[in-house]
């Protein structure tokens, strides 16, 4: 284990000029290094939205009407619309694919990096990049178009600049997502081949653990959908800058086309969020269970269901946009058989806790949240998907509560479960199993005292993107009580930023492969991993998740399950 | 990559592009005719997929290929089309002017 | 330190299929990216088939279909480049190379009289400041004299699609020279002509999206 | 008190409907799901079972499980249409109100040429289908009413394209809150008016009431009612208060510094400056202020009976 120690990623150099440092970083073709500088980059935007997320509820606590004003109405537009092209583009959907799915991705096929990495360093800087030029463009010019980019405003929109420059921020910011578009389009073409190319032997696909497949699910949608919302954000520059009138009305054109331009992707788009946690907790389950997934091809089949059907019904956002009738009702039908592939894994998820041993680790706790919250984010996506109940619904809080339930409680409860699951094998470190119980508590009740309220406010009508809202006791009440639950969830995500930190810093040592006992083939490199993964290319006898075979292999010594230190 | 066995052979991409210049002057004939628009965007649309197909199977030798870059390509337009059929079920059944 | 020595060097993988379908994957994107403005080209010619007829009249089928066998052709010379190579026929497949590019500039010089012509005519594309500064075409800004809004959009997307085709044309023509150098200095060559063969997909493609261009513009009045 | 959501209109009924039995379908699948959950953390715990099973599958219950969901789906797809088809099939008889969205006011424009706006709100009669064209004059908003269950984008078309529409029929006598439900810029949240519901007779006097004094006003002070009929009022006020936009008030013959093509210059206001101001608001931008104005659709007498109008507002 020596040798292994001393060649980890993380102190050993990987091809690039620079042998130690910041260079050896930013210039490093490893995947593990670029799983874990997309990691660093993302918070550190991440964390600016969830401020931003935090001062929008502040800013709801009383009706304007009070006096009170934490936002000035000239900003508003700008801090939600900050908000959401972080989390959106910067976050939630590279978020998954570029961290964990390339640290964990070639592990757990056995690979010893990605089919290109050069092309995955180049996604990394376009990444950065253009988050860059995003985040500084919204500063600079105050963009406050939404993440839907919805023309005519789009293209009118002279924003009010935050610092009082005149600066075209929309056309930057919408460039700025046509980079990180590329950025994401490479990934998803490396993984791809990665998948197809470069199993080790033995790795047949239904061999293949469930994140894996639910990556490859989620790169094809980013492969073939990005290019269609690229193309269509540039024709939202090129109509600002030079009016073409592709969406115009003045020119014959139709404001409504860019809608479905964009929602092309969009929709789709939501599936690359969910997907990748959608594999993680087919990862953490079992293991925490010691016992295999229930019905492992049906999941691994319904990922590329979920993203096949997920093509077809993206105009299911535009029910009151006054497309044709006849189009809502075909959205609407093709909407519900997205539900089904979905529940055939939420079934299978709950299933698999039946006749386990169960540990309720850190990892575990956000798993199971996450079934929960995407059962109700999935759930209320059902009213959405309903075209008289959309109609009432559409654009309120209730579509609020939805995406953040799905995004947030959903994918995010995911990746952060991810990460509790594989800090030990990224860092060689464990981290402290109280604080992360504790970060589970503050953020799993502030989520859902959060955005419960916002279900009912929505019912009640209030209309999302408002500034402030209408002096009616039970908006006020609702309201509050939202922005109570921020706070406390703001508690949690302090706690899980102190947890990662004094993880990294403080964690006990430990150089288990396999701390959680878990039958997957990652679990069998060294912790941290080796440069190239693994010392010689693993040969796959067995099913994935067979804890009777991996136990027995255990015993005889040809694997290595958890120790006890 | 076996190469020494191969031999410069022109005669089969030059049939191909026979082919396509055939399909090219056809179809410039064709637009001359009056057939009403669905008719001639009908017969333009098909000469051109019929020329697309040329080109991607022979010139860009997915003749070669094994199965799986087939498979891929005719996602990768099953899924155009698809956006375009989608699309249409609201442009078809709404007046825009 | 020397077992890092050893896994570096085990780790010199070449997948030249694997390669190719990535690259395949890359043209769809292009694909998708073009069709998202054939979605729009289409809506919008099914909402003013009438202006999008009497606007096309004013191109020049002869031209088109010229610049047409003109692509033709010259994704022909690419596929015979890249036999020759392959045969290891190196001097022909260059001159082949040299060839397809002279074509691709002949297509660009083309457009470019093409273009020249529309902006005699006052059709042409204009920054929104130049506009607000009266230098817009006066035929697609808004104004006693626009044209008819299906023949502004028609023009609009003419100018935009064609625009970005003759883009890609010149980021192909661009890559066959660096291709050509690697070729003269011998890093392509019989045994390892992937980067030729990529960048004959390339063209292909983008020859391709033209076969579609030409009626939609060209044809259809 | 709460009036405002209660249900109050003939499609409330059958969205309401369809919501509860999403509702309750979907409540029992959560309770279910966390409930399992819950017992299977107590029953399998590692401490209360610790040799798992080596369980991989059911068949069966797999296709149990696809099919169930599938037939629940299909019913919230055929709640949800029901409705849906009611909204979009507007009866014959009607009564047609237009309504006009900009940013950030709204217009409705009675069959008679009675023209309402936010400030005043939209008045119809109880129990009767109301038919609403839906024209915006810049970007995207949308008619929302809560209670009604109503909503449809306002949507810029381009010439010759039909607007959207929406109708609906009240039935409950009462005010209730009239949103724009899309972002549409700065004011967005301050897009809000009321309907108000009346009787049917109530309303008939109202509509006699309000159309006389309207023509009356049109008459002695065409200025001002366009300005209020134009929804000047969402920027400007005429008593000296600073709004969106500069007030009316004193405002003739004021001299004051302008921003022309990024070049401040000091004017005096005088007629051909405020026409100019009207008809291309974007070219000189009072210091002090964004350029927010939108041109607005008014005629060269139109602009001159406002004009006269802002002179009287200064003497
Ligand atoms: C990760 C992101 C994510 C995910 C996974 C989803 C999942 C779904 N979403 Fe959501 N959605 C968003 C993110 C997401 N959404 C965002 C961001 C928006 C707003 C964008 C904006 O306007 O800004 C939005 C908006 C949105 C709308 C438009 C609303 C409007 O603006 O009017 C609709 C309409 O149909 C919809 C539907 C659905 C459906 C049917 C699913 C389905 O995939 C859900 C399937 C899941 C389940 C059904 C639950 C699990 C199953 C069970 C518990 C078993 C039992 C189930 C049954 C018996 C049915 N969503
Ligand atoms: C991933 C997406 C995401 C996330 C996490 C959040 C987080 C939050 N959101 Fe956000 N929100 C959006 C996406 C998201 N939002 C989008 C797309 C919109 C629509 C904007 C528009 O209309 O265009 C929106 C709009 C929106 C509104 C409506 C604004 C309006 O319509 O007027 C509000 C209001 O309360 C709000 C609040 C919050 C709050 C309080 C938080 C946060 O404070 C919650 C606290 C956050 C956490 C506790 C973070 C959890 C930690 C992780 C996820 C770590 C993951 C790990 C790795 C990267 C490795 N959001
Ligand atoms: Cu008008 Cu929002
Ligand atoms: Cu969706």
Request: hydrophobic share 50%; aromatic share 16%; charged share 15%.
């Given at each position: 284990?020596?040798?292994?120690?001393?060649?980890?990623?993380?102190?050993?150099?990987?091809?690039?000029?620079?042998?130690?440092?910041?260079?050896?970083?930013?210039?490093?073709?490893?995947?593990?290094?670029?799983?874990?500088?997309?990691?660093?980059?993302?918070?550190?935007?991440?964390?600016?939205?969830?401020?931003?997320?935090?001062?929008?509820?502040?800013?709801?606590?009383?009706?304007a009407?009070?006096?009170?004003?934490?936002?000035p109405v000239e900003?508003y537009g700008?801090?939600?619309?900050?908000?959401?092209?972080?989390?959106?583009?910067?976050?939630?959907?590279?978020?998954?694919?570029?961290?964990?799915?390339?640290?964990?991705?070639?592990?757990?096929?056995?690979?010893?990096?990605?089919?290109?990495?050069?092309?995955?360093?180049?996604?990394?800087?376009?990444?950065?990049?253009?988050?860059?030029?995003?985040?500084?463009?919204?500063?600079?010019?105050g963009?406050d178009t939404?993440?839907?980019?919805t023309p005519p405003y789009s293209v009118t929109t002279r924003t009010i600049s935050?610092?009082g420059?005149q600066?075209d921020?929309v056309?930057?910011?919408?460039?700025?997502?046509?980079?990180?578009?590329?950025?994401?389009?490479?990934?998803?073409?490396?993984?791809?081949?990665?998948?197809?190319?470069?199993?080790?032997?033995?790795?047949?696909?239904?061999?293949?653990?469930?994140?894996?497949?639910?990556?490859?699910?989620?790169?094809?949608?980013?492969?073939?959908?990005?290019?269609?919302?690229?193309?269509?954000?540039?024709?939202?520059?090129?109509e600002r800058m030079m009016p073409v009138g592709f969406f115009d009305p003045n020119k014959g054109g139709d404001p409504i086309?860019?809608?479905?331009?964009?929602?092309?992707?969009?929709?789709?788009?939501?599936?690359?969020?969910?997907?990748?946690?959608?594999?993680?907790?087919?990862?953490?389950?079992?293991?925490?269970?010691?016992?295999?997934?229930?019905?492992?091809?049906?999941?691994?089949?319904?990922?590329?269901?979920?993203?096949?059907?997920?093509?077809?019904?993206?105009?299911?956002?535009?029910?009151?946009?006054g497309?044709?009738?006849?189009?809502?009702?075909?959205?609407?039908?093709?909407?519900?058989?997205?539900?089904?592939?979905?529940?055939?894994?939420?079934?299978?998820?709950?299933?698999?806790?039946?006749?386990?041993?169960?540990?309720?680790?850190?990892?575990?706790?956000?798993?199971?949240?996450?079934?929960?919250?995407?059962?109700?984010?999935?759930?209320?996506?059902?009213?959405?998907?309903?075209?008289?109940?959309?109609?009432?619904?559409?654009?309120?809080?209730?579509?609020?509560?939805?995406?953040?339930?799905?995004?947030?409680?959903?994918?995010?409860?995911?990746?952060?479960?991810?990460?509790?699951?594989?800090?030990?094998?990224?860092?060689?470190?464990?981290?402290?199993?109280?604080?992360?119980?504790?970060?589970?508590?503050?953020?799993?009740?502030?989520?859902?005292?959060?955005?419960?309220?916002?279900?009912?406010?929505?019912?009640?009508?209030?209309?999302?993107?408002y500034h402030t809202?209408p002096?009616?006791?039970?908006?006020?009440?609702?309201?509050?009580?939202?922005?109570?639950?921020?706070?406390?969830?703001?508690?949690?995500?302090?706690?899980?930023?102190?947890?990662?930190?004094?993880?990294?810093?403080?964690?006990?040592?430990?150089?288990?492969?396999?701390?959680?006992?878990?039958?997957?083939?990652?679990?069998?490199?060294?912790?941290?991993?080796?440069?190239?993964?693994?010392?010689?290319?693993?040969?796959?006898?067995?099913?994935?998740?067979?804890?009777?075979?991996?136990?027995?292999?255990?015993?005889?010594?040809?694997?290595?399950?958890?120790?006890?230190? | 990559?076996?190469?020494?066995?191969?031999?410069?052979?022109?005669?089969?991409?030059?049939?191909?592009?026979?082919?396509?210049?055939?399909?090219?002057?056809?179809?410039?004939?064709?637009?001359?005719?009056?057939?009403?628009?669905?008719?001639?965007?009908?017969?333009?649309?098909?000469?051109?997929?019929?020329?697309?197909?040329?080109?991607?199977?022979?010139?860009?030798?997915?003749?070669?290929?094994?199965?799986?870059?087939?498979?891929?390509?005719?996602?990768?337009?099953?899924?155009?089309?698809?956006?375009?059929?989608?699309?249409?079920?609201?442009?078809?059944?709404?007046g825009i002017a | 330190?020397?077992?890092?020595?050893?896994?570096?060097?085990?780790?010199?993988?070449?997948?030249?299929?694997?390669?190719?379908?990535?690259?395949?994957?890359?043209?769809?994107?292009?694909?998708?990216?073009?069709?998202?403005?054939?979605?729009?080209?289409?809506?919008?010619?099914?909402?003013h088939?009438?202006d999008?007829?009497?606007?096309?009249?004013?191109?020049?089928?002869?031209?088109?279909?010229?610049?047409?066998?003109?692509?033709?052709?010259?994704?022909?010379?690419?596929?015979?480049?890249?036999?020759?190579?392959?045969?290891?026929?190196?001097?022909?497949?260059?001159?082949?190379?040299?060839?397809?590019?002279?074509?691709?500039?002949?297509?660009?010089?083309?457009?470019?009289?093409?273009?020249?012509?529309?902006?005699?005519?006052h059709l042409f594309l204009q920054t929104s400041a130049a506009i607000a500064e009266g230098k817009g075409s006066p035929l697609l800004t808004p104004g006693p004299e626009m044209l008819p809004d299906g023949q502004v959009l028609?023009y609009g997307?003419?100018?935009?699609?064609?625009?970005?085709?003759?883009?890609?044309?010149?980021?192909?023509?661009?890559?066959?020279?660096?291709?050509?150098?690697?070729?003269?200095?011998?890093?392509?060559?019989?045994?390892?002509?992937?980067?030729?063969?990529?960048?004959?997909?390339?063209?292909?493609?983008?020859?391709?999206?033209?076969?579609?261009?030409?009626?939609?513009?060209?044809?259809?009045? | 008190?709460?009036?405002?959501?209660?249900?109050?209109?003939?499609?409330?009924?059958?969205?309401?409907?369809?919501?509860?039995?999403?509702?309750?379908?979907?409540?029992?699948?959560?309770?279910?799901?966390?409930?399992?959950?819950?017992?299977?953390?107590?029953?399998?715990?590692?401490?209360?079972?610790?040799?798992?099973?080596?369980?991989?599958?059911?068949?069966?219950?797999?296709?149990?499980?696809?099919?169930?969901?599938?037939?629940?789906?299909?019913?919230?797809?055929?709640?949800?249409?029901?409705?849906?088809?009611?909204?979009?099939?507007?009866?014959?008889?009607a009564m047609e109100i237009k309504v006009d969205a900009g940013m950030w006011w709204w217009k409705f424009t009675y069959p008679n040429g009675l023209e309402q706006n936010t400030a005043q709100g939209l008045t119809v009669p109880?129990?009767?289908?109301i038919y609403l064209p839906l024209h915006s004059n810049d970007v995207i908003h949308s008619f929302y009413v809560?209670?009604?269950?109503?909503?449809m984008d306002v949507v810029p078309k381009a010439a010759g394209a039909e607007d959207n529409y929406t109708w609906?029929?009240?039935?409950?006598?009462?005010d209730?809150d009239l949103f724009c439900a899309e972002y549409c810029g700065l004011n967005h949240a301050q897009m809000i008016t009321k309907v108000h519901?009346l009787?049917?007779?109530d309303y008939q006097a109202w509509l006699d009431e309000q159309s006389a004094e309207h023509l009356k006003k049109q008459a002695e002070n065409p200025g001002q009612a366009l300005i209020t009929s134009k929804g000047c009022f969402a920027c400007h006020s005429s008593d000296g208060t600073k709004l969106i936009g500069p007030s009316f008030k004193g405002l003739f013959g004021k001299t004051e510094m302008v921003v022309t093509n990024g070049e401040e210059h000091e004017i005096t206001v005088d007629e051909a400056y405020l026409k100019t101001s009207i008809m291309e608001p974007g070219k000189d931008i009072v210091k002090g202020y964004q350029p927010l104005m939108p041109p607005l659709p008014l005629t060269p007498e139109e602009v001159m009976a406002i004009i006269v109008h802002i002179k009287e507002l200064s003497e």
């Amino acid at each position: 284990m020596e040798t292994a120690n001393s060649t980890n990623y993380l102190n050993s150099h990987t091809g690039s000029r620079w042998t130690s440092g910041f260079m050896s970083w930013i210039t490093s073709t490893d995947h593990k290094r670029i799983g874990v500088m997309y990691g660093l980059t993302m918070f550190s935007f991440f964390f600016l939205a969830v401020l931003i997320g935090f001062i929008i509820k502040l800013q709801k606590f009383y009706p304007a009407a009070s006096g009170w004003e934490i936002i000035p109405v000239e900003w508003y537009g700008s801090f939600f619309t900050l908000h959401s092209v972080i989390m959106i583009f910067l976050f939630i959907v590279p978020g998954a694919p570029a961290v964990l799915g390339n640290f964990f991705l070639p592990l757990q096929i056995g690979a010893k990096d990605v089919a290109f990495p050069r092309v995955n360093l180049l996604s990394y800087w376009l990444y950065l990049f253009g988050a860059i030029m995003a985040v500084v463009g919204i500063l600079l010019g105050g963009a406050d178009t939404g993440w839907t980019f919805t023309p005519p405003y789009s293209v009118t929109t002279r924003t009010i600049s935050m610092f009082g420059t005149q600066f075209d921020s929309v056309s930057w910011m919408l460039t700025a997502a046509f980079i990180l578009g590329w950025g994401t389009i490479l990934t998803g073409i490396n993984f791809i081949i990665t998948i197809h190319r470069m199993r080790t032997k033995g790795m047949g696909y239904f061999k293949m653990p469930l994140f894996s497949w639910s990556i490859y699910a989620a790169s094809w949608i980013q492969v073939l959908a990005t290019p269609v919302v690229g193309i269509s954000l540039l024709m939202i520059v090129l109509e600002r800058m030079m009016p073409v009138g592709f969406f115009d009305p003045n020119k014959g054109g139709d404001p409504i086309l860019f809608q479905h331009l964009f929602w092309i992707y969009s929709h789709p788009a939501v599936y690359v969020m969910i997907l990748p946690s959608m594999g993680l907790v087919s990862e953490i389950i079992p293991t925490n269970s010691q016992k295999p997934i229930f019905g492992y091809k049906s999941i691994a089949i319904a990922s590329c269901s979920i993203a096949g059907v997920g093509y077809l019904i993206w105009a299911h956002h535009m029910f009151a946009s006054g497309m044709s009738d006849v189009a809502s009702i075909i959205f609407s039908f093709l909407t519900f058989f997205v539900a089904i592939p979905t529940a055939i894994k939420v079934f299978n998820w709950i299933a698999t806790l039946y006749k386990a041993s169960i540990a309720l680790t850190p990892p575990m706790l956000f798993a199971l949240g996450f079934v929960f919250n995407f059962s109700i984010g999935g759930l209320t996506g059902m009213f959405l998907g309903s075209l008289s109940t959309d109609i009432h619904l559409h654009d309120t809080d209730f579509i609020v509560a939805h995406f953040h339930y799905t995004m947030f409680g959903g994918a995010a409860f995911g990746i952060i479960g991810g990460i509790f699951h594989y800090f030990p094998k990224m860092f060689g470190k464990m981290y402290s199993h109280k604080l992360a119980n504790a970060t589970f508590g503050f953020m799993f009740t502030g989520f859902n005292a959060l955005f419960i309220p916002m279900f009912i406010l929505g019912f009640y009508g209030m209309p999302r993107r408002y500034h402030t809202y209408p002096d009616i006791p039970l908006f006020t009440n609702l309201q509050q009580a939202s922005t109570i639950g921020s706070w406390i969830l703001v508690v949690g995500v302090i706690l899980m930023f102190i947890t990662w930190i004094h993880g990294l810093l403080k964690g006990k040592k430990s150089r288990q492969e396999n701390p959680w006992n878990s039958s997957t083939l990652e679990w069998q490199t060294a912790s941290p991993p080796t440069l190239y993964n693994f010392e010689e290319d693993p040969v796959v006898t067995r099913h994935p998740y067979d804890y009777d075979a991996f136990r027995a292999e255990v015993k005889a010594g040809t694997s290595k399950g958890a120790r006890d230190e | 990559m076996n190469t020494k066995e191969q031999s410069f052979n022109p005669r089969g991409p030059i049939i191909v592009f026979s082919a396509l210049i055939f399909l090219t002057i056809a179809t410039v004939l064709l637009s001359g005719l009056d057939i009403g628009n669905t008719g001639a965007l009908l017969i333009a649309m098909s000469v051109a997929a019929m020329k697309a197909g040329l080109v991607l199977y022979f010139f860009m030798h997915l003749n070669h290929e094994p199965l799986i870059f087939k498979l891929f390509v005719t996602l990768a337009f099953v899924t155009l089309a698809t956006l375009f059929l989608l699309t249409f079920s609201d442009y078809a059944f709404r007046g825009i002017a | 330190m020397s077992e890092q020595a050893v896994t570096v060097e085990a780790f010199h993988h070449h997948d030249e299929d694997g390669t190719r379908l990535g690259f395949w994957l890359f043209l769809f994107t292009e694909l998708l990216l073009f069709g998202a403005f054939f979605i729009v080209y289409g809506v919008y010619r099914s909402a003013h088939l009438n202006d999008f007829k009497i606007a096309a009249e004013s191109l020049n089928t002869g031209i088109g279909t010229t610049n047409t066998i003109i692509l033709l052709a010259s994704s022909l010379t690419m596929v015979l480049s890249l036999n020759a190579i392959k045969a290891g026929r190196v001097k022909l497949a260059k001159s082949m190379l040299l060839i397809t590019m002279a074509l691709g500039t002949t297509f660009l010089i083309i457009k470019g009289f093409e273009w020249n012509a529309k902006f005699a005519h006052h059709l042409f594309l204009q920054t929104s400041a130049a506009i607000a500064e009266g230098k817009g075409s006066p035929l697609l800004t808004p104004g006693p004299e626009m044209l008819p809004d299906g023949q502004v959009l028609f023009y609009g997307l003419y100018f935009i699609m064609t625009g970005t085709h003759a883009l890609h044309i010149i980021i192909g023509a661009v890559w066959m020279g660096i291709v050509y150098f690697w070729i003269a200095k011998g890093s392509i060559n019989p045994d390892n002509a992937g980067v030729l063969e990529r960048c004959g997909l390339y063209w292909h493609l983008v020859d391709v999206i033209w076969i579609f261009l030409f009626p939609l513009y060209y044809l259809v009045a | 008190m709460n009036v405002n959501y209660n249900p109050a209109s003939i499609f409330a009924q059958d969205v309401d409907f369809a919501f509860w039995f999403i509702l309750w379908v979907s409540l029992f699948f959560l309770v279910f799901i966390t409930g399992f959950i819950i017992f299977s953390i107590i029953k399998y715990n590692r401490k209360n079972n610790p040799v798992p099973s080596n369980l991989h599958g059911n068949t069966a219950l797999e296709i149990v499980w696809t099919i169930i969901p599938t037939i629940l789906v299909m019913l919230f797809f055929y709640f949800g249409l029901q409705g849906f088809l009611k909204m979009r099939n507007v009866p014959k008889d009607a009564m047609e109100i237009k309504v006009d969205a900009g940013m950030w006011w709204w217009k409705f424009t009675y069959p008679n040429g009675l023209e309402q706006n936010t400030a005043q709100g939209l008045t119809v009669p109880a129990d009767t289908p109301i038919y609403l064209p839906l024209h915006s004059n810049d970007v995207i908003h949308s008619f929302y009413v809560p209670a009604f269950r109503v909503k449809m984008d306002v949507v810029p078309k381009a010439a010759g394209a039909e607007d959207n529409y929406t109708w609906f029929e009240a039935s409950q006598i009462g005010d209730f809150d009239l949103f724009c439900a899309e972002y549409c810029g700065l004011n967005h949240a301050q897009m809000i008016t009321k309907v108000h519901v009346l009787t049917k007779p109530d309303y008939q006097a109202w509509l006699d009431e309000q159309s006389a004094e309207h023509l009356k006003k049109q008459a002695e002070n065409p200025g001002q009612a366009l300005i209020t009929s134009k929804g000047c009022f969402a920027c400007h006020s005429s008593d000296g208060t600073k709004l969106i936009g500069p007030s009316f008030k004193g405002l003739f013959g004021k001299t004051e510094m302008v921003v022309t093509n990024g070049e401040e210059h000091e004017i005096t206001v005088d007629e051909a400056y405020l026409k100019t101001s009207i008809m291309e608001p974007g070219k000189d931008i009072v210091k002090g202020y964004q350029p927010l104005m939108p041109p607005l659709p008014l005629t060269p007498e139109e602009v001159m009976a406002i004009i006269v109008h802002i002179k009287e507002l200064s003497e």
